[in-house]
């Protein structure tokens, strides 16, 4: 019987813990979505005081900015359904990260000087082995529905 209940006590231990967890990390991260904010609302706002010096790099940036706003918020969502359903959502997973690599290209069209060839067949061969398999899981979830 005291078996059972030091088990009992140390899995409510263990799943406050990670509870505690999560919420620290889904504030940490609201607190990052809050700054990329900061950072997609103050590069705007620089733009419009000096139109005159617009460029497509200004633009990219602004978008970066945003795409990491965007990040952080499906990041947060994430967590939310994780902590929901006990379990990942794996298209949720992949969608981010497509999303994330959407992004790291977008930097990179910035700041072309910097992109290698190399570095470009990595970043393509990435999102087309992502996009396949979030088309799997996918389809997979939907034959698994019906």
């Keep these: 019987m005291a078996k059972i209940d030091l ?3 140390l899995m409510r231990i263990l799943r406050m813990a990670n509870l505690s967890l999560y919420v620290i990390v889904i504030v940490l991260t609201g607190v990052t979505s809050v700054l990329s904010l900061y950072i997609a609302v103050t590069d705007i706002l620089k ?3 000096n139109i005159n010096s617009l ?3 200004n633009i990219i ?3 970066s900015a945003l795409f990491l706003v965007v990040l952080t918020m499906e990041l947060i969502d994430m967590f939310i359904i994780y902590m929901e359903r006990g379990h990942i ?3 949720m997973v992949m969608a981010i990260v497509l999303t994330a690599i959407a992004r790291e290209l977008l930097i ?3 700041n ?3 992109m290698t060839l190399q570095r470009g067949i990595i ?3 990435a999102i087309l082995t992502l996009a396949i398999s979030y088309w799997l899981v996918i389809k997979a979830d939907s034959i698994k529905r019906t």
């Design 108 to 110: 990179n069209y910035a």
């Design 112 to 114: 072309i000087e910097s």
């Design 47 to 49: 733009i419009c005081i």
């Design 7 to 9: 088990k009992s006590s």
């Design 123 to 125: 970043l393509s061969s």
């Design 89 to 91: 959502i794996v298209d």
């Design 55 to 57: 460029t497509d790099i």
């Design 61 to 63: 940036n602004v978008l």
